[in-house]
């Protein structure tokens, strides 16, 4: 490829000051934080977007701020073409770090430790650094390519709806914050919330309460159940009868504080592994094990338990594929359905559950949300879950795709392909938006985990890749 080599050597020249740049990112905290005037996001983000504009400022681009929710940095002045989508906001920090304190990157056996490192501050300076070597080699390039520094991709990306309302779309934009090739297409989502009520009962046995996970897009790995009126053999044979049917366990802590059995109190704690609603069938649900173990006690006549007997006919133990709520249905290149039920309260009269439903190509609101609000509302509860996010999907037999897997091939010699996922990225709402790297195939750098990293190697190659696709795109 034409300036391939130019390329190469200005980037390895180049890397030392580039992993700098990196780490004087990384050792600034930016999780979001309270709102303060002129910082949407709190100081630290704030200070992380000043930083990365000076940067780019200092190397001779055209910088612009958006009400300090976006910052960009401009090639040149000719006609909008790509637009580079990253971000400079973190996860928080958390606990477990063993290599290094989560602010303060350091390298160690080819490695870049510290948050932000692989998720999103190394890729955004990695581009930065291609811009760079496409204006510092005079490379002719006669349309701009954008780099768009984002502030709010891990809590909503509300960002970027800011940015995009004073801002077209670019013909094309990719965002350096997933996995090489490229990401393509993107799942929908189904964000299924539905509710029923009862009047308190008081017969016995009874259900008191359910409590079940804390995010929707986690399939739980602990669920909580409160029963009443039940002996403890009884519930012992229930619980090895459904251990053996899911592989979820049990373990009950009784009360007994008059010696009556009808007023023993016995709390269930059900332990499977958990798994990202993108991936259920990675965990073992323990929502849906509960909810086995309380449909096949004997209880007292009960609404309650109805409406519980009823989600786990919808909802059963292994159906990771929305089969029981018929929305089953999958396509060649995003693959199936998946569902898990995430979350669900249920108290003394009334309950309120949440699913998450990663939904194919294939998928719409006619054949996926009005056939769950169906289903639902046939048993019972009422459905609160208005519109999905559809699917996303950039063809990839489009000139722009073609461009980026012909560089990745060249400069890697792997073979360049397209690939699917169930979660959704910063590009999702975009046209023709696709993730591109910054990280290699099969690597796992511990992204939202501790001991975050990101390989030199890799942001180095990627910088290579996205200044040769600038030149390819942008001439």
Not at 137 to 166: F, H, M, W
Not at 204 to 216: V, Y
Request: hydrophobic share 40%.
């Amino acid at each position: 490829m034409e300036y391939r080599k130019e390329i190469e050597a200005y980037i390895e020249e180049h890397k030392d000051e580039m992993l700098d740049d990196i780490m004087t990112l990384c050792r600034i905290n930016s999780e979001k934080m309270a709102y303060k005037e002129g910082m949407p996001f709190g100081e630290g983000v704030d200070a992380a977007l000043q930083t990365a504009l000076a940067m780019a400022e200092k190397y001779g681009f055209s910088i612009q701020n958006y009400d300090s929710y976006v910052g960009t940095a401009d090639l040149n002045t000719g006609e909008k073409c790509l637009d580079i989508l990253a971000h400079l906001d973190v996860v928080p920090a958390g606990d477990g770090w063993m290599e290094t304190q989560p602010f303060q990157p350091v390298i160690k056996n080819g490695k870049l430790y510290g948050r932000g490192t692989a998720d999103d501050k190394g890729p955004a300076v990695a581009a930065l650094y291609a811009m760079r070597a496409v204006k510092e080699l005079n490379i002719p390039v006669s349309k701009n390519a954008r780099l768009i520094l984002g502030t709010d991709e891990e809590c909503g990306s509300s960002d970027i709806e800011q940015y995009y309302a004073k801002e077209p779309e670019a013909p094309m934009t990719f965002s350096p914050d997933g996995d090489f090739p490229v990401v393509n297409t993107e799942k929908g989502r189904l964000e299924g919330h539905f509710t029923a009520t009862w009047e308190k009962e008081e017969g016995l046995p009874r259900l008191l309460s359910i409590h079940a996970g804390t995010k929707l897009n986690v399939a739980p790995g602990k669920a909580w159940a409160v029963l009443q009126g039940f002996q403890a053999e009884i519930m012992e044979k229930a619980a090895r009868e459904t251990e053996a049917a899911t592989g979820v366990s049990f373990e009950m802590e009784y009360s007994d504080y008059t010696m009556a059995p009808d007023d023993t109190i016995v709390k269930i704690t059900a332990t499977g592994q958990g798994a990202h609603a993108a991936q259920p069938e990675m965990g073992n649900n323990a929502l849906t094990g509960l909810l086995s173990l309380i449909s096949i006690l004997p209880f007292e006549k009960s609404e309650a338990v109805d409406a519980v007997r009823k989600l786990s006919l919808m909802f059963p133990h292994g159906d990771f594929l929305g089969e029981q709520l018929g929305i089953a249905m999958k396509d060649d290149i995003s693959g199936p359905l998946t569902l898990a039920f995430s979350m669900l309260e249920v108290g003394e009269t009334g309950l309120e559950g949440w699913f998450d439903s990663r939904c194919p190509i294939c998928s719409n609101e006619e054949n996926t949300l009005k056939k769950a609000k169906e289903k639902i509302e046939e048993k019972g509860f009422k459905f609160l879950t208005e519109n999905m996010v559809p699917p996303h999907h950039v063809d990839e037999n489009s000139a722009f795709i073609s461009t980026l897997l012909n560089v990745y091939e060249e400069y890697t010699g792997n073979k360049g392909e397209c690939l699917a996922i169930g979660g959704g990225t910063y590009v999702h709402s975009l046209k023709n938006g696709v993730a591109f790297g910054a990280a290699m195939p099969g690597t796992d750098n511990r992204m939202h985990g501790a001991d975050e990293f990101a390989y030199v190697e890799e942001l180095t190659m990627a910088a290579k890749i996205f200044a040769q696709v600038i030149v390819q795109l942008c001439r």
